[in-house]
């Protein structure tokens, strides 16, 4: 066990990443209002999240530098670079508030299952303390540095969470017909906020600029790109078979609405009974911690190259963006929004916010003078431009369909 912890690659931490609270909430809404018919969708989401990370991890072994650090050093001109910062450092603060808000509320939806109503009244002011206590808690690992051993721990308990959900995805002995016209692509007008939030929780755009970051830390050399590969699509392609039985048990539900934990663990009572709600808190309390950690992270990284910090992760002006993420994510779940509510959006937003992330990195792989042999093949680029297009298309359709229902 302790040789596989050695091993765990930046691959299994965005796959730890993404399998948070917004995957679970996202992909049983999805199982319980449309059965299987948008398992298509989450087949897409996974080979776009191949090749992208893939992209960025080569991008960090080769340049041994983030993506936003590339993509300021590629402009000459000053007016030109700092648009492009500013377009980068916007997309990233709106996605990752909005997805640290997720992570937060995934992590109340999972205690206040245990602990009963998470708001307390102080001074006839509503407050919920399991929020502020999370990102308390949040807050505490990232100072002192030391997040990465309970990060550890919590993919653990993560990864109980993901069996649990496989092993009850095999006993509720899905309709293998219908289970196969799921992978029939299907964009009926009422799925496509769920299509772009199934995109959004599955490619997070933070994750490609972590990704980039943290790759260089483990491996140096262009022969490493075997390695690190194979930790990507090894990684991506478990998290994406997880994903598929979250949907799978959320169609056994028989209901229409899920508004808290109880619900969203009705698909794994077959398996666990009772004791089903417990079993999904923890995972999603997990989830939430390990997520509303690496969030904050992820964008302090991505100042530090947009603003060319040569300091280290300690220092004030790293931890000065972690801490206004978090700070924003603690807010926002705090409004008294339902948890369910916020987590959705969150996906959303990040599904919205992809493409944008995506034509960046596109762009820098085609550059000879950054990568070298290592650009992207006729092949890479043929699939970047068809995910770009589809994100494109799909976050077009999502935002006409919000203004025509305003």
């Excluded at 799925?191 to 980039?212: D, Q």
């Excluded at 899920?258 to 398996?271: F, H, I, R, S, Y």
């Excluded at 092949?379 to 994100?391: A, P």
Aim: hydrophobic letters at 55%; one cysteine or more; proline letters at 2%.
């Amino acid at each position: 066990m302790k040789k596989w912890f050695s091993n765990i690659g930046p691959g299994t931490l965005v796959t730890a990443a993404f399998i948070g609270p917004g995957t679970v909430t996202v992909c049983t809404l999805a199982g319980v209002q449309f059965g299987y018919s948008l398992l298509w969708a989450l087949v897409l989401s996974i080979v776009a999240c191949l090749v992208l990370q893939e992209m960025s991890a080569r991008l960090g072994i080769i340049t041994q530098k983030g993506l936003s650090e590339v993509v300021k050093s590629q402009f000459d001109n000053k007016i030109v670079r700092w648009i492009l910062i500013g377009v980068i450092l916007s997309a990233i603060f709106i996605g990752n508030a909005a997805y640290e808000a997720g992570n937060i509320s995934g992590g109340v939806l999972g205690l206040s299952t245990i602990l009963g109503s998470p708001i307390v009244q102080l001074g006839g002011v509503s407050v919920n303390y399991m929020s502020i206590t999370i990102g308390v808690i949040a807050f505490i690992l990232l100072y002192i540095g030391n997040y990465k051993v309970l990060e550890r721990s919590l993919v653990v308990l993560v990864l109980f969470m993901s069996i649990a959900f496989i092993i009850t995805a095999i006993v509720t002995k899905p309709n293998l017909s219908l289970l196969f016209k799921g992978f029939v692509p299907d964009l009926s007008t009422d799925k496509i906020l769920t299509i772009v939030g199934l995109i959004g929780t599955t490619v997070v755009p933070y994750n490609l600029f972590l990704h980039a970051s943290i790759v260089s830390e483990k491996w140096k050399t262009k022969e490493d790109l075997p390695a690190a590969r194979k930790d990507t699509i090894v990684a991506i392609v478990l998290g994406g078979l997880v994903s598929m039985a979250i949907i799978i048990t959320g169609a056994a539900i028989q209901q229409t609405e899920v508004n808290n934990a109880a619900d969203l663990a009705k698909g794994l009572e077959p398996v666990f009974g009772s004791m089903a709600k417990y079993v999904l808190s923890l995972g999603l309390f997990a989830a939430g911690i390990t997520s509303a950690i690496t969030a904050p992270l992820a964008a302090a990284y991505v100042v530090k190259g947009c603003m060319g910090w040569q300091d280290g992760l300690k220092s004030n002006s790293f931890r000065a963006v972690w801490m206004f993420i978090l700070f924003l994510g603690v807010l926002f779940s705090s409004l008294g929004i339902k948890s369910i509510v916020i987590i959705r959006f969150a996906q959303v937003a990040n599904g919205l916010l992809l493409p944008i992330i995506a034509i960046f990195l596109l762009w820098v792989m085609n550059q000879k003078n950054i990568l070298g042999n290592f650009t992207n093949s006729l092949k890479q680029n043929i699939l970047g431009f068809l995910i770009v297009f589809i994100t494109c298309f799909l976050g077009f359709r999502g935002i006409w369909k919000v203004i025509i229902n305003m």
